[in-house]
């Protein structure tokens, strides 16, 4: 089948070829969730990289309803791209924070809309109950597609720490755990460049990510955003931030490691330009993208050139999770 992609990765372009045999656009929708990071249920302040201002919708005024919101993505994305097939993505905020009743009222809402052939709920490990989990064992029954997409950052307690993201590794664990053997797509999101951390220390999350039954992955890039405490601390020349180089060469020694059948959903980050302030270089998206594509053709490597089924992380004498069975 022709994706038009010859990309050294296994990128969502191609899983979606493969899966729904048409290229399948992911819809963003900001739902009105707010985050018990930020509220005071967990912590205040949120994480040390969030500005929580949330979506550039929730600024403009109220809220479309999740129907709404969907119907004019879908719109634009079939008139620009002649798209047939869409994911309602659950973006904003920590989206299975609030009753249970009322997250199901918005999940069936978006699955109602023509044409949505899944759903791709983004939240916090330590934030999704069981029943809602069975919710999404319920929805593949049905014959839907559902992606789960757990943000870790780091496998390091003490980063977790550092960057007050309120919940530890074992949290994290367990959830994977909880989640695992129900048909339910997981997708894992890190950051590079955290504070205190060494090339060695963001390799060895992947290595972990790459033992574990996980489906997909989103390598975001840590930016300093005004606003935020990273912000503060960049302004204040208390925060070195990644060089694009750094950058590059880090992204492609982990995707060597991981599973040459773990989904890449995203491999840089971005910010609203009204607060971003670093790195200057990752403004420019595409040009980060295409020096991936150059470093990986310059060492003639590709996803998985590395992967060891075996590997297991040592560091900070973690042990083994019972479930890992890639
Ligand atoms: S969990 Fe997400 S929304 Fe909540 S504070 Fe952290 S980055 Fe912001």
């Not at 739902?31 to 994480?47: E, S």
């Not at 879908?74 to 904003?92: D, H, N, V, W």
């Not at 790459?210 to 890039?221: A, E, M, N, Q, W």
Request: a neutral charge; hydrophobic letters at 35%; aromatic letters at 10%.
């Amino acid at each position: 089948m022709n994706t038009g992609n010859d990309k050294r990765y296994y990128d969502l372009k191609r899983y979606f070829h493969e899966q729904f045999g048409c290229r399948v656009y992911k819809l963003q929708i900001d739902a009105g969730f707010t985050c018990p990071n930020r509220d005071g249920t967990i912590a205040r302040g949120g994480c040390f990289y969030c500005d929580g201002r949330f979506s550039r919708l929730r600024q403009a005024g109220p809220l479309p309803s999740v129907t709404e919101q969907l119907r004019s993505g879908k719109e634009l994305y079939r008139r620009m791209r002649g798209a047939t097939k869409f994911i309602a993505y659950f973006q904003t905020a920590t989206n299975t924070y609030g009753p249970y009743d009322h997250l199901k009222a918005l999940y069936d809402e978006a699955l109602a809309v023509e044409d949505m052939v899944g759903i791709a709920v983004g939240t916090r490990p330590d934030v999704i109950a069981d029943d809602v989990i069975d919710l999404f064992q319920s929805y593949v029954e049905e014959g839907r597609h559902v992606w789960v997409e757990y943000g870790l950052q780091s496998m390091h307690d003490r980063t977790l720490r550092t960057i007050n993201r309120g919940h530890d590794l074992q949290t994290f664990l367990n959830t994977v755990k909880r989640t695992t053997g129900r048909g339910i797509h997981i997708c894992v999101h890190i950051i590079l460049g955290l504070p205190g951390e060494s090339r060695d220390d963001m390799l060895a999350t992947a290595r972990l990510l790459s033992t574990l039954p996980i489906d997909g992955i989103k390598i975001h890039l840590l930016l300093a955003l005004a606003g935020t405490r990273a912000g503060r601390l960049f302004s204040e020349g208390k925060l070195p931030m990644m060089t694009k180089d750094d950058y590059v060469n880090t992204v492609v020694d982990i995707l060597e490691i991981l599973p040459p059948g773990m989904v890449i959903q995203r491999l840089t980050a971005d910010g609203y330009r009204d607060v971003f302030l670093a790195p200057e270089w990752a403004k420019n998206k595409l040009a980060v993208l295409n020096a991936v594509d150059a470093e990986l053709e310059r060492r003639d490597t590709f996803q998985g050139a590395a992967y060891d089924e075996n590997a297991l992380n040592t560091d900070g004498g973690m042990t083994a999770p019972s479930f890992i069975h890639r």
